[in-house]
């Protein structure tokens, strides 16, 4: 099998350009500096310049198919991610039509976001992959624009939207902070009711992915990537801490105090001209009270579910960022 994996220098690219190469795939990977390949190094993936990559398509014989992982995660404003997340996943799906492309590929998988569909209306309910979006920031927005976008195609190429949750695992830099927290005896959450969060170790995600690409019924659907059971994000910070050997205390932080460190992140970003972690629209998807997700569809449709509890998944976790300096 030939597929391109598009962001695989990243956390979750990574993770899944090595799955498909221990299943004996050919993959290809563009990046925009192939002399940074980051955990690209140690594995036999064909790398090919982002610049060229359309020249690359045209002229490449045929792909089986397509992981569209790349995207943007920060950015100043709404037109830096609609022209990442969006316009160019519309380049890639035309480059995909062109020369018979369309008539040799099996299926265009488009990962989208948890954040696409918006947090849960009520203190816990699952949101359903048939529920309409809400998203709550300009990141879910570009990521529902481009599902829009994706589903144009849908009579010309086999396409399949799937949609993490918040995702972890070894090379992720996101919820290393609170891993980070744990060895100083605390984990800071914010005040008032426990939020609940859907969640998803890296591993059972992309082994969700290549199901997800591999099943005939998720042709043309939309599914959730999540664990069965949500977690309190109190919690699961403080599991963080108890498989480190650590005796941590939950601090709250309030939602004013964490709006003004928000406000704070925007202004010094737009001074450097690059968005901080924690800013203003992160502050807006942290205070709602859950995000949680079913992944009951994609256990129907293509018997897949997360194998990985989520102390094992900690723990793993742990164990890579010790290993690799990280903590």
């Known amino acids: 099998m030939r597929v391109l994996v598009t962001g695989a220098t990243g956390f979750i690219g990574s993770h899944m350009a090595e799955l498909l190469i221990d299943k004996g795939w050919e993959v290809i990977c563009p990046v925009r500096n192939p002399a940074s390949l980051g955990h690209l190094k140690h594995i036999s993936v064909k790398i090919v310049s982002i610049h060229m990559l359309e020249s690359f398509i045209a002229d490449s014989p045929h792909f089986d198919y397509v992981i569209h992982l790349a995207g943007a995660t920060r950015a100043i404003d709404y037109p830096s991610y609609h022209s990442v997340n969006a316009e160019w996943t519309r380049s890639l799906l035309e480059w995909f039509l062109r020369k018979g492309k369309r008539n040799s590929l099996k299926r265009f998988v488009f990962i989208s976001s948890q954040a696409a569909a918006g947090p849960s ?9 048939s529920d309409p979006p809400h998203p709550v ?13 994706v589903r144009t195609f849908r009579d010309e190429l086999p396409i399949t939207i ?8 070894p090379r992720d830099k996101d919820v290393l902070g609170v891993f980070k927290c744990a060895r100083f005896h605390f984990v800071p959450c914010i005040a008032g009711p426990d ?3 859907s969640i998803i170790y890296v591993e059972d995600l992309v082994d969700g992915i290549l199901k997800a690409t591999l099943s005939p019924v998720s042709q043309g659907e939309t599914y959730f990537i999540a664990n069965p059971i949500p977690v309190v994000w109190r919690v699961f910070a403080l599991q963080v801490a108890e498989v480190l050997g650590f005796k941590a205390a939950a601090v709250p932080i309030p939602l004013t105090i964490m709006k003004l460190f928000a406000g704070a992140g925007d202004l010094i970003g737009n001074i450097r001209k690059s968005p901080t972690f924690f800013r203003l629209e992160k502050y807006h998807e942290m205070k709602q009270i859950a995000w949680v997700c079913s992944a009951e569809k994609a256990r129907e449709d293509f018997q897949w579910t997360a194998s990985t509890s989520i102390i094992q998944a900690i723990e793993k976790t742990a164990k890579w960022y010790k290993e690799n300096g990280w903590l």
């Open 121 to 129: 209306l009520d203190k816990g309910s699952y949101i359903l992959e």
């Open 137 to 149: 920031s300009l990141y879910g927005r570009s990521k529902l624009e481009a599902e829009k976008i």
């Open 162 to 169: 799937l949609r993490p949750p918040t995702v972890f695992g």
């Open 195 to 197: 939020r609940l969060v």
